[in-house]
Nanobody, 125 residues
C-alpha cells in the first residue's frame, strides 16, 4: 500500500513561488510513477506534471513547463513541485498521485491508483 502526504501549500501573491512536497511511504519513489494534479474551484482535477520511476518528467503544457519543475529526493522518498511566477488561475488544491510503473496514458486521474489528501494553494493579491 502506498501512502502519500502533501505539504507546502499556502497563500501567495501573483508572481510568487511555492514548493509543494509529497512524502511517500510504502514504495520507493524510484520504483513508482508519480504525478501532480490541480483541481481549481468548481472544476475537474487536471494533470500538471509527471515524474516516472526513472526520473523522466512530463508537463501539461509549455506554460507549466516554463514555470513549474518536478523533482524528487530518493533519500527523503519524496517528490516536489517547485511553482514559480504563480498566477491566479493556479489557485486550487494540488494532489500528488502514484501508480506502479506503466507505459502509456498518465494525464487522466483515472490512470492513477494512489492519492494524497491534497494541499491548498491560493494565489491572490
Amino acid at each position: 500500500q502506498v501512502q502519500l502526504v502533501e505539504s507546502g501549500g499556502g497563500s501567495v501573491q501573483p508572481g510568487g513561488s511555492l514548493r509543494l512536497s509529497c512524502a511517500v511511504s510504502g514504495r520507493a519513489v524510484n520504483r513508482i510513477d508519480m504525478a501532480w494534479f490541480h483541481q481549481a474551484p468548481g472544476k475537474e482535477r487536471e494533470f500538471v506534471a509527471r515524474m516516472n520511476w526513472s526520473g523522466s518528467t512530463a508537463y501539461s503544457g509549455e506554460d507549466v513547463k516554463g514555470r513549474f519543475t518536478a523533482s524528487r529526493d530518493t533519500a527523503k522518498n519524496s517528490i516536489f513541485l517547485q511553482m514559480n511566477t504563480l498566477k491566479s488561475e493556479d489557485t486550487g488544491v494540488y494532489y500528488c498521485a502514484a501508480r506502479s510503473p506503466k507505459v502509456g496514458y498518465f494525464r487522466d486521474p483515472a490512470d492513477w491508483s494512489y492519492w494524497g489528501q491534497g494541499t491548498q494553494v491560493t494565489v491572490s493579491s
